[in-house]
């Protein structure tokens, strides 16, 4: 390499001249070339990597005023507004605005419900992560789950906060064997205690009801009570454990029920006979109101009015009891929505915050506020010109709902808080 500088300089004769013009814009071109490969393979992603942080991030961006400070919670609002505010929210993020319980799932699919937990982790009073599974194995049961229990995302949450963690166990054993052998219900309340126990949990949030329904077990007398008492039984068994990190307040237990679907009680509905009978041994009761509509029948995800006949159906007094125990009730509020595939085609699915983020960006749409069932909604019409409705939880609907549980007296349960938008936080 020393020989070959050397030549390049040489100061004799024409030749050398031209050899050294030469050599000199090899070396220009080389320059030229390296700022190439920095600004491409450097610079380059770089900024890219930087507007998909901007563009996608998750963390929120504090501001001194809440939402209801800067007028956003209002029927009339356009989709430039939500673009540009949603991932503002209160610095102020351990001010409770709703006093009821707040239960919170979140799903291990969707990371996103992990970090909104710790960061608005005084909004809640209950997080529920969707863990486990209760299953037959062969004459025999199993717990599945633990591989997706986060033992330092607990340890996180209850250096900072105060809210109870229930993991959702969703019951998938065979009800016929389950309900009707006493060493089954024995050994199913065993492996969810035991569970809790040994993961440190403050007790469970059960899924079971809808499973039942579909075995068509509900509509048997006999069989509908056999449920009833093993919710009772596990209720008893987690009372009489503490919690670990506070002797004085017993395990949980709260029950997933969902709504009924016509103006009266069918016989695999949940109703207010079940709610006073269960009433002392489950602690909460999370009540899915959400998913009014569907793909075949698109629409709103939960209209208001049918929200309120909900409560009044399971909610009435029944013989010579009271009104149903209101202060159980965690009505469910919807932080996903529905993109719904109309003329030229039909299906369609829910959609989390993102989704519906990319859509205002791309399809620019307007929003309009429906009245009847208190949602907003827009149109658009894809590549294919396949035209779509898209219903998607607002500040002002959420914030309609949120009054409606007050005036009964209700808790809320989310599904799920990895799904919302970052605003939304603001209202809790």
Same mark, same amino acid.
């Given at each position: ?259 009924? =679907?016509?103006?009266? $009680? !069918? ?5 207010? /006979?079940? &709610?006073?009978?269960? +009433? #002392? ?81 791309? =399809?620019?749409?307007? $929003? !309009? ?5 208190? /949602?907003? &909604?827009?149109?658009? +019409? #894809? ?46």
């Amino acid at each position: 390499m020393g020989k070959k500088r050397d030549r390049r300089v040489t100061p004799s004769s024409n030749k050398g001249g031209e050899q050294r013009v030469e050599l000199g814009d090899s070396a220009s071109s080389n320059r030229r070339l390296a700022i190439i490969f920095v600004l491409f393979f450097v610079v380059s992603p770089a900024i890219s990597v930087l507007v998909y942080r901007i563009k996608y991030a998750t963390t929120t961006n504090p501001t001194d005023s809440s939402v209801f400070q800067r007028g956003l919670v209002k029927a009339n609002v356009d989709f430039q507004e939500i673009l540009a505010e949603n991932s503002k929210v209160s610095e102020n993020t351990s001010h409770r605005h709703y006093t009821y319980p707040v239960l919170a799932y979140i799903t291990p699919w969707n990371s996103k419900g992990y970090e909104i937990a710790k960061r608005f982790n005084s909004k809640f009073t209950h997080l529920s992560p969707v863990w486990y599974d209760l299953k037959s194995q062969g004459t025999g049961l199993i717990l599945e789950g633990r591989h997706n229990a986060d033992v330092g995302w607990i340890s996180e949450l209850r250096r900072s906060g105060d809210a109870w963690v229930l993991p959702r166990v969703v019951l998938e054993a065979f009800p016929a064997e389950l309900l009707t052998r006493k060493k089954q219900r024995d050994k199913a309340i065993k492996l969810i205690v035991t569970e809790c126990k040994d993961m440190g949990y403050d007790g469970i949030v059960l899924e079971a009801w809808s499973r039942w329904a579909a075995y068509g077990i509900l509509h048997d007398p006999e069989m509908r009570n056999s449920a009833l008492q093993f919710i009772k039984q596990l209720g008893h068994a987690l009372h009489s454990l503490s919690s670990a990190r506070n002797d004085k307040q017993q395990l949980q237990l709260v029950f997933v029920i969902g709504p009924p =679907h016509s103006d009266k $009680l !069918q016989k695999h509905d949940f109703g207010p /006979e079940d &709610l006073q009978s269960l +009433s #002392n041994a489950v602690d909460g009761f999370s009540l899915m109101t959400y998913d009014f509509s569907s793909p075949q029948n698109p629409g709103p995800n939960a209209p208001l009015k049918w929200i309120h006949s909900t409560l009044q159906l399971i909610l009435r007094p029944t013989g010579n009891s009271a009104q149903g125990p209101a202060h159980k009730i965690f009505l469910g509020i919807n932080f996903y929505g529905n993109d719904f595939v109309l003329a030229g085609g039909s299906g369609g699915g829910a959609i989390t915050g993102r989704d519906y983020l990319s859509l205002l960006e791309k =399809h620019r749409p307007l $929003l !309009q506020w429906e009245k009847k069932s208190g /949602e907003h &909604l827009f149109f658009y +019409s #894809n590549d294919d010109n396949i035209k779509h409705s898209v219903f998607y939880p607002s500040l002002l609907s959420i914030s309609m709902r949120l009054e409606e549980a007050r005036s009964w007296g209700c808790g809320i349960s989310i599904w799920e808080i990895g799904q919302g938008l970052d605003y939304f936080f603001d209202l809790l």
